[in-house]
Every structure is written in structure tokens, then in C-alpha cells.
């Protein structure tokens, strides 16, 4: 007997074929982090060296702009408060900010509520109004309101540049907590009234819990750019004793002598509360922002 012979059969082979898919992945993943890096060192870069210069003596400054500190210099924020008088301006900006905040979400609250959920005549009219006055530069009104505000002794006073602010800072306001009212269900508020509940009791028991989001968001928005404000705080403000940081800093600048060490620490100590509170809130800031919308 013969041997059997086994006859294996090659199966039909393709070639392998480069991962081009792969790599168009990668490079495009690459691509975006190089742009995210970017965008982080030019927003990083000049912050980081504006703390280089804080902590430099002035002849360090002169030899080296762009270098790191060899031998900081921590005293220089010390001199640069005391120098400047960030503490007292500190002090007012705070004052400033929560009551503006306070007062642009009242006022943002109630209008917003009387325009989206009450039969108000000329709601749309009152809408349209407040577009436009967003978009008006506060420059056309300095004049008259700095004659008004001589005259019913308002001028130099921390409340006066409030209520400015108030009436500056709340139509966006309004807009922002208008667009979270529109998108509610009313069958809550209908249901609330159903049990005999007041318009005041579904106001404040029923709407406002749930724009509470909208709300936050536009006491950040109000807040912060109460205190970046310089224009109306260097008009509206004279005394040294109420200027808030962003005008004593400004004066402390445009003093005789300029050490550029202390003006970096003077600024570096304005913007450190601004960074904090958008780093402990930068997810609701975002997030109120997002789910608004600005429908209706």
C-alpha cells in the first residue's frame, strides 16, 4: 500500500493594507492638541510672566525682561499693597460687586418673570428695548449722567456707581433669566395656583428654584464685570478712600515713579480674586451659559 499523500490547500491571502484610517486619527488628534497648547501658553505665557516681574528687583527687570526669578523678591506685594492701597480697594470692589450682583438679579428676576409668564402690554416692545440698549455704548450717556448725578448728590458715592451699574448690567441680565423662564413647563405654576397659591408664593416657591441656574449665571456675568469696570469707576469715583481696585491700581500706575516690579505685583494682586472665583465656578459659569439658550 502506497502512502496516502495529503494535499493541504492555500487559502486565498490579501495583503495587508496600511492603517491610513489610524494614522489620519492620530494626526488629527495631534493637530488638535498642538493648537490646545498653543492656545494655553498664549494664555498662560503672559500671566506667568507677569509673576516673573513681580518677584524681580528692578535692576533684575532691567538685565532680564523674559527671565525666571534667581533670587524672588516676595516683599514686592507687600510694598504694592501698602503702596497702592489694594486693601481699600479690595474692600470697595467687593462691596460693589455683591451689590450689584444682588441688585441686577432682582431686577433680572422680576422683569423676566413679568415678561415671560404675566399679560404685561408691550412685553414685545419691552424686549426689543432692551436689545437695543445692550448694544449702546455707555460713552453717549457720561455726560447727562454725570450733570444728574452732581445734582441729586450721588456723585462720588460707592452707591451711586451701583445703581449705574444696575441699570448697565440688568437688560442682559433680563434676556438671560427671560430665556430659562420661557423654557419652563407652566403646568407647575398652574398646578401650584390650582392649591391656592398667590402670584408672589409661585414666584418665589415654584419659578425661581428652578431658574436658579440662570439666576447664578448672571450674578457671575454682573459681578465680574462690575469689578473689571474702569471707565465708569474713573468717572463716578474720586476719593481715594472709594476707589475700588480697578482705579487704584490705575492711579497707583500713573504715579511719578514707575517700578514696573510693584506694578506687576499691584496687578497680579487684581486679577488673583478674579481667577479664583472662575476656577470655583467655572462649571456652573458654563453650564448657565449652555442651557440657556437665549430662545424665546
Known amino acids: 500500500m502506497s502512502p496516502s499523500k495529503t494535499t493541504t490547500k492555500s487559502l486565498p491571502t490579501t495583503p495587508l493594507r496600511p492603517a491610513t484610517g489610524r494614522r489620519r486619527m492620530s494626526l488629527g488628534r495631534y493637530t488638535v492638541y498642538a493648537v490646545l497648547l498653543l492656545l494655553a501658553m498664549f ?40 503702596q497702592a492701597g489694594m486693601g481699600v480697594g479690595l474692600r470697595n470692589s467687593l462691596i460693589i460687586v455683591t451689590a450689584t450682583a444682588l441688585g441686577v438679579c432682582v431686577i433680572a428676576c422680576t422683569a423676566a418673570y413679568a415678561m415671560s409668564r404675566l399679560r404685561v402690554a408691550g412685553s414685545t416692545f419691552f424686549i426689543y428695548y432692551l436689545l437695543v440698549t445692550t448694544a449702546l455704548p455707555i460713552q453717549l450717556f457720561l455726560v447727562p449722567l454725570f450733570y444728574m448725578w452732581t445734582k441729586a448728590g450721588l456723585y462720588d458715592s460707592l452707591l451711586g456707581l451701583i445703581i449705574i451699574y ?23 405654576e398652574e398646578a401650584a395656583r390650582l ?58 500706575k500713573s504715579g511719578y515713579t514707575q517700578d514696573y516690579t510693584l506694578i506687576s505685583a499691584g496687578g497680579l494682586i487684581m486679577v488673583i480674586p478674579v481667577l479664583i472665583a472662575f476656577i470655583l465656578l467655572q462649571r456652573r459659569f458654563i453650564e448657565g451659559y449652555t442651557s440657556s439658550g437665549m430662545t424665546g
Open 166 to 188: 444696575w441699570a448697565v448690567f440688568s437688560p442682559f441680565a433680563t434676556l438671560l433669566v427671560r430665556s430659562f423662564m420661557v423654557a419652563l413647563p407652566k403646568e407647575y
Open 195 to 252: 392649591d391656592g397659591a398667590g402670584e408672589w408664593r409661585v414666584f418665589s416657591r415654584v419659578v425661581l428654584p428652578m431658574v436658579w441656574p440662570g439666576l447664578l449665571t448672571a450674578a457671575l456675568v454682573s459681578g465680574l464685570q462690575a469689578y473689571n469696570e474702569f471707565l465708569l469707576a474713573v468717572t463716578f469715583i474720586q476719593s481715594t478712600e472709594k476707589m475700588p481696585v480697578s482705579t487704584a491700581f490705575f492711579a497707583f
Open 43 to 82: 494664555a498662560v505665557g503672559p500671566m506667568l510672566l507677569f509673576a516673573f516681574n513681580a518677584l524681580k528687583s528692578r535692576s533684575a527687570l532691567a538685565e532680564s525682561p523674559l527671565g525666571v526669578p534667581t533670587s524672588p523678591r516676595w516683599h514686592n506685594f507687600l510694598d504694592a499693597w501698602q
